[in-house]
């Protein structure tokens, strides 16, 4: 008994191996076949190239750039009040760094040092306008 298990081992041994043989010598020929080449032969693309020179510039810091101010503008006068810059201001109150000198009826004085502005309401086109009916 123990023959026949020894050549049944055999028998199947030397079948695997000639299969294995088989199998690396078939795996040899492919990898000599599909060789990929060291050197890509496409170019890739990069979508960034035109700003490379703009990012390598020296640009300006934060701090030197100076910020743009708007300039004070009235908007209603009612009474001894003003909305200006979207607040109510009575006079000697401040806006910004000048103080009210004066409140009129379509105008307000602000005043810095020896320096005075002038701030007047813009005249609106009523939106409502009345025609004469004809009889």
Excluded: H
Aim: net charge positive; proline share 4%; hydrophobic share 40%.
């Amino acid at each position: 008994m123990i023959k026949i298990i020894f050549l049944v081992f055999l028998f199947i041994s030397d079948v695997f191996s000639i299969e294995i043989d088989n199998i690396i010598s078939s795996i040899e020929k492919m990898n000599t076949l599909n060789k990929i080449p060291q050197t890509i032969p496409y170019k890739v693309y990069d979508p960034f190239s035109n700003a490379k020179p703009i990012l390598n510039t020296k640009s300006k810091s934060i701090n030197s750039i100076t910020p743009s101010v708007e300039p004070i503008s009235l908007q209603t006068v009612l009474n001894n009040r003003a909305f200006i810059d979207g607040k109510w201001y009575n006079c000697g109150e401040k806006v910004r760094d000048y103080k009210v000198k004066f409140i009129g009826s379509d105008s307000v004085v602000l005043v810095k040092d020896s320096k005075e502005i002038t701030l007047r309401l813009k005249m609106v086109n009523s939106i409502l306008t009345m025609k004469e009916q004809k009889k």
